[in-house]
């Protein structure tokens, strides 16, 4: 008999709030809960996509790899996140999702879930509107890419949007609850270590965040918003 203090969680998910009690009683049903070490590639590109995976609480990461072989990082997931790109089981996934904290993943047969999202349409539109919002990150990504924004206002905009989504406050700021390392933010900007370490440093000098080992810490949000939005240094 499954852990219902784990399954129940699913109610809480952003993606499931406005399911139909039944479509939860079925996904509690026949889904599990399984826990991840740091580490753990959860889904692997050119692989058959079988099951839908969404995040309960650690972190995960979604990146791909370019001709080269390294990393570029398009996504970081916390709670209640639909990790797949896909949901229909029609197509090998074409992305990599590995969590960068020790995690615990909700995870349901892709085929089920599908019949699912036919009988509840409540849930069809909440993962149409979680994959449309994905797009649009991407697209808003894509655009920061093309070279009309210096890497310094490149790598703000990442460390703004991650202060957002996993910011905590504490006395200097908001620190972002996740340990970036300088290789994990060269593969979120898709640049070298070494510029990374350079644009963390030029960031610091300018006052907008302050870096305590692994941790960053954004000094004013508005400061920040408006460096990465225009550039200028108010």
């Known amino acids: ?32 809960v399984q826990e991840f070490p740091k580490g753990s590639l959860v889904i692997r590109a050119k692989e058959p996509l079988e099951y839908i995976y969404i995040q309960i609480d650690g972190k995960s990461i979604v990146y791909n790899l370019t001709h080269t072989g390294k990393r570029k990082i398009l996504f970081v997931f916390g709670h209640g996140a639909l990790l797949n790109e ?29 019949r699912c999202m036919e009988q509840d349409f409540a849930l069809t539109r909440a993962v149409l509107t979680a994959q449309e919002r994905k797009v649009w990150r991407l697209g808003h990504q894509l655009k920061n890419t093309m070279g009309s924004i210096y ?14 989504d996993f910011g905590v406050n504490v006395p200097e700021g908001i620190e972002i609850n996740i340990n970036l390392s300088v290789t994990l933010l ?22 907008l965040i302050q870096m305590k080992g692994k941790r960053i810490i954004i000094l004013d949000p508005r400061k920040i918003s408006a460096f990465y939005r225009t550039g200028e240094i108010t």
């Open 151 to 164: 890497m310094e206002r490149k790598l703000a905009a990442k460390l703004w949007k991650l202060a957002r």
């Open 86 to 114: 896909h949901v229909l089981n029609e197509h090998n996934s074409a992305m990599y999702c590995e969590t960068i904290e020790k995690s615990r993943i909700f995870i349901i047969s892709a085929d089920c879930f599908v």
């Open 1 to 32: 008999m499954k852990d219902r203090s784990q399954t129940q969680m699913i109610e809480e998910f952003p993606l499931l709030k406005e399911t139909a009690p039944d479509t939860l009683r079925k996904l509690r049903k026949f889904g599990k």
């Open 186 to 207: 060269a593969d979120m900007l898709g640049a070298p270590r070494e510029t990374a370490s350079r644009l963390c440093r030029t960031l610091v000098d300018y006052k």
